[in-house]
């Protein structure tokens, strides 16, 4: 069994992440039992200036910093509930000392399994904007789509006003409903939660479409290869 080292950016998603692991894992391995895991977290402010500048450098930095101390610690593979700065992936990696499991690629998979082949992206303005769901997806031959320029600036500011803090909103909800809905209607197939805190507010018992909830899919993956 190898023991799951995860690398936290912002509290609630990272919070999300470990709970799934700890509480599916009882129907693999019995009650109460799940893998050895460490997390080790900088505080997101640390985070948000060099993403706010596009400086991947310094976040790809702040990343391996949490690397090396779960190395240490004695984490056997690494995952980040976090997609926005799986943006600085290229530079971390070549760098770390343990492998990685990739949320888009997670997420990839999933789609694949259950056959969607045109999906809307939901997330923080840097992840819509940014290249880490496209770079994985159209390897996988998965069409994006993505809200409008003003959809993105209201969502970002739901996520980091709001969801972050762990405050669900019915009228953010009902925002999130009428992106989805557009997507719908452009003919998406499903949404993928492409930030860590929306499926505190968005599931697929409220969402137009069917949702790709990126930080379960991360989590059930690293608890798979956790008891491979």
């Known amino acids: 069994m190898k023991h799951i080292g995860i690398v936290g950016c912002s509290a609630e998603g990272a919070a999300l992440c470990y709970r799934t692991i700890c509480l599916e894992a009882e129907t693999r391995m019995g009650r109460h039992a799940h893998p050895e895991i460490t997390m080790h977290t900088i505080a997101l402010a640390e985070y948000m200036e060099p993403i706010s500048r596009g400086d991947w450098n310094s976040v790809a930095a702040l990343m391996l910093r949490s690397a090396a101390v779960l190395h240490r610690a004695g984490a056997e ?14 530079y971390v990696e070549p760098s770390s000392p343990l492998p990685w499991l990739h949320i888009a690629e997670e997420v990839g998979k999933e789609a694949k399994r259950r056959g969607f082949s045109h999906l809307g992206l939901t997330g923080t303005k840097f992840l819509v904007r940014g290249p880490v769901y496209p770079e994985r997806l159209e390897a996988m031959d998965i069409r994006l789509s993505r809200p409008t320029e003003a959809q993105q600036e209201r969502i970002n500011r739901i ?38 805190e929306i499926p505190l507010l968005v599931n697929d018992e409220n969402s137009p479409l ?9 989590a059930r993956a690293a608890l798979r290869h956790a008891l491979e």
């Not at 069917?210 to 930080?215: A, E, G, I, N």
């Open 77 to 90: 593979f690494l995952i980040c509930p976090d997609n926005t700065i799986h943006q600085a992936m290229h």
């Open 159 to 196: 996520i980091f006003d709001e969801l972050v803090r762990n405050e669900q909103r019915p009228e953010s909800l009902r925002y999130f409903q009428q992106v989805i809905q557009e997507f719908k209607d452009n003919q998406c197939e499903a949404v993928v939660l492409g930030c860590t």
């Open 210 to 218: 069917p949702t790709l909830d990126s930080t379960r899919l991360l």
